[in-house]
């Protein structure tokens, strides 16, 4: 991945430390802002489909992948907030799937 990924990544975290603090209840919203982020895209997705019908069609495959985007980064940021390298458990994940995929 772009180094840029990492940097804006551990830049955020160190945004919300300065805001928020980091404490047990700040690295819980930080967790929690997964699910808000998961369900934006699911409801893009459901807006795709036109799944609501009062509504109709109303977001693009670009419009459901920039929301995976956020929640992606999302994570990447609460992990920094655990403290850890996002980058080295992003890798260690990755090696973990390539060697399921090799069995």
């Known amino acids: 991945m772009d180094e840029l990924i990492w940097e804006a990544a551990r830049a955020s975290r160190n945004w919300l430390d300065t805001a928020n603090g980091t404490g047990q209840t700040e690295?819980?919203?930080?967790?929690?802002?997964?699910?808000?982020?998961?369900?934006?895209?699911?409801?893009?997705?459901?807006?795709?489909?036109?799944?609501?019908?009062?509504?109709?069609?109303?977001?693009?495959?670009?419009?459901?992948?920039?929301?995976?985007?956020?929640?992606?980064?999302?994570?990447?940021?609460?992990?920094?907030s655990l403290g850890l390298d996002a980058q080295t458990v992003l890798d260690a994940c990755a090696a973990k799937v390539r060697s399921r995929l090799s069995a």
């Open 27 to 80: 690295l819980t919203c930080r967790i929690l802002k997964l699910t808000e982020e998961a369900g934006e895209a699911s409801a893009a997705w459901i807006g795709l489909l036109g799944q609501n019908p009062r509504k109709g069609v109303t977001h693009t495959r670009e419009d459901v992948a920039a929301e995976l985007a956020d929640v992606a980064f999302t994570a990447l940021v609460a992990i920094e």
